[in-house]
């Protein structure tokens, strides 16, 4: 079965930095775009970082650009966000997900980690 | 960025009515749209993908239709498990947007 399990989160403080990560297994992990996005308490989903099938492509939304850092490793079937500079409205859970291409657009977003919890406050 | 509105943000609704949830795209998207729902606490689940193609796995109670701006997720008979959040989500650009959310709730 695909599954997509995050690690990482907790608490920190403003300016802190944080990691997450998100271990696929279940499928061939290098075959497949791989996105960040984040949902802030009782709002809607933002997505917020891509990664093409072998990283030489990386898009961020202007939200982060500059802060985080999106990587993968295809041998160890691992993504990565690097969070730095991290601000009171950063606090949100965040989502690993897998993109998938249909009729040749960019990709949607067909299997989600479970999510991890980022709370940033003094 | 493509802006995408849904409309209603809550509807309240009875098992076995069949539901409506409008998205309107703030330019052209020709058909890449996606629904997806959420239930409290959970990840999002796909749905719909390139406006009207059902996800496998995925009920045939729902259904996809529009092109260019205006865009519908229809849920022919609603079921207990339906009550949850949808979004829908444009993938014309790489600055992926999603609506504000549809919470269906029961009356």
């Known amino acids: 079965e695909a599954q997509l399990v995050q690690s990482g989160g907790g608490l920190v403080q403003p300016g802190e930095s944080l990691r997450l990560s998100c271990e696929a297994s279940?499928?061939?992990?290098?075959?497949?775009?791989m996105t960040w996005l984040r949902q802030a308490p009782g709002k809607g989903l933002e997505w917020i970082s891509y990664i093409s099938k072998g990283g030489d492509t990386i898009y961020y939304a202007a939200s982060v650009r500059g802060r985080f850092t999106i990587s993968r490793d295809n041998a160890a079937n691992s993504l990565s966000l690097q969070m730095s500079s991290l601000r009171v409205e950063d606090t949100a859970v965040y989502f690993c997900?897998?993109?998938?291409?249909?009729?040749?657009?960019?990709?949607?977003?067909?299997?989600w980690g479970q999510g991890a919890q980022v709370t940033v406050s003094s | 960025d493509i802006q995408m509105t849904q409309s209603p943000s809550t509807l309240s609704a009875s098992v076995g009515d069949r539901v409506t949830i409008t998205c309107r795209a703030s330019q052209n998207i020709d058909s890449w749209l996606a629904w997806y729902q959420q239930k409290p606490g959970k990840a999002p689940n796909l749905l719909i993908y390139q406006a009207s193609n059902l996800e496998n796995g995925v009920s045939s109670r729902f259904s996809g239709s529009g092109y260019g701006t205006e865009f519908t997720l229809t849920i022919s008979s609603l079921q207990p498990d339906d009550f949850a959040t949808y979004y829908c989500q444009q993938y014309r650009t790489y600055v992926w947007t999603f609506g504000q959310g549809t919470k269906v709730e029961i009356k």
């Open positions: 997900a897998r993109g998938r291409s249909e009729g040749g657009g960019y990709p949607i977003f067909d299997l």
């Open positions: 279940g499928f061939t992990f290098s075959n497949y775009r």
